[in-house]
């Protein structure tokens, strides 16, 4: 994987990590339907997708 393209999944990452914690902290809603997606872990998920991405980039920098 490129340097670039791992960039952009890097900022993607970032995003939507942000994007889901933010759905996550949202109030609940009784009177309509439940939420279904688990905003919480996706944002987890996300969040640890990050974590590898900064690990990748560090060692290609170190490497290169």
Excluded: N
Aim: proline share 5%.
């Amino acid at each position: 994987m490129g340097v670039l393209t791992a960039v952009a999944v890097l900022v993607a990452a970032i995003g939507l990590t942000a994007l889901f914690g933010w759905l996550g902290a949202r109030p609940v809603k009784l009177m309509s339907a439940p939420r279904l997606v688990p905003y919480r872990i996706l944002m987890l998920f996300t969040f640890a997708l990050s974590v590898v991405m900064v690990a990748y980039l560090l060692a290609q920098l170190k490497s290169s």
